[in-house]
């Protein structure tokens, strides 16, 4: 499976924009970029995806460098509710990276 | 459409004795995930259906364990003769891939303690 590599944890200050990085140096062509998070004693729950754009919706912004090999989650404006361990996953699910494999991600953890 | 739904939500049983999970994926979901998590750790996938069909079982999926979904609908994850090491939260997830920009969709897990 390819990998991602997070850093452990990361602080913020309620209501001022988080940059979540993940590296993915062998991600192959057909990889998109997944990002989960799980609040506390809940499942993961899907943030965003992309392959080679950047996306936007409600939840966050997804910006990917030009060769792929890392990626940002952006959250514009963290909330207290945006605390939570955040996951970047590679997935292919026409392939063999069809199933997501998790790390052990980012905690975030916003400060009021 | 209410999600992913799993129950229970706790299971507490005595080590030894075998226990059963229910999940019930969106309906319109083919792909159904097993999944299991303990304190600290990111999910571990162990097994994967398509529609009726277990296409794959990770080796964490020891002999105790058997995973079913008739009809291609709900799914049940059995672990027999529990051991202490089986205490987790167990996750289900549903997708499907016509619709991979809604991504998976995950329960809230049943959380079993083996005392």
């Known amino acids: 499976d390819a990998k991602t590599t997070q850093p452990n944890s990361m602080e913020s200050n309620e209501e001022e924009p988080v940059h979540l990085p993940c590296n993915h140096s062998t991600i192959s062509g057909t990889d998109y970029i997944h990002w989960y998070r799980q609040l506390p004693s809940q499942g993961p729950e899907y943030v965003i995806h992309g392959l080679t754009s950047n996306v936007n919706n409600r939840m966050a912004s997804l910006a990917i460098a030009e060769d792929r090999k890392s990626s940002t989650l952006i959250l514009h404006r963290a909330t207290l509710r945006d605390a939570a361990v955040y996951y970047c996953?590679?997935?292919?699910?026409?392939?063999?990276?069809?199933?997501?494999?998790f790390g052990k991600g980012t905690l975030l953890t916003v400060n009021p | 459409d209410t999600g992913v739904s799993q129950d229970p939500r706790h299971k507490i049983t005595k080590r030894g004795q075998n226990v059963t999970f229910r999940c019930d994926p969106i309906s319109e979901h083919n792909r159904l995930y097993w999944y299991r998590q303990t304190l600290g750790q990111g999910p571990e996938f162990l097994t994967y259906?398509?529609?009726?069909?277990?296409?794959?079982k990770s080796r964490l999926l020891s002999d105790r364990f058997s995973a079913e979904r008739p009809k291609g609908s709900f799914s049940t994850l059995e672990i027999q003769r529990t051991e202490q090491g089986d205490s987790a939260m167990y996750l289900c997830a549903s997708s499907n891939p016509d619709r991979e920009g809604y991504g998976y969709t995950f329960g809230s897990g049943t959380r079993l303690t083996v005392v």
């Open positions: 259906f398509q529609n009726e069909a277990q296409l794959e």
């Open positions: 996953i590679l997935n292919n699910s026409g392939g063999s990276n069809y199933k997501l494999t």
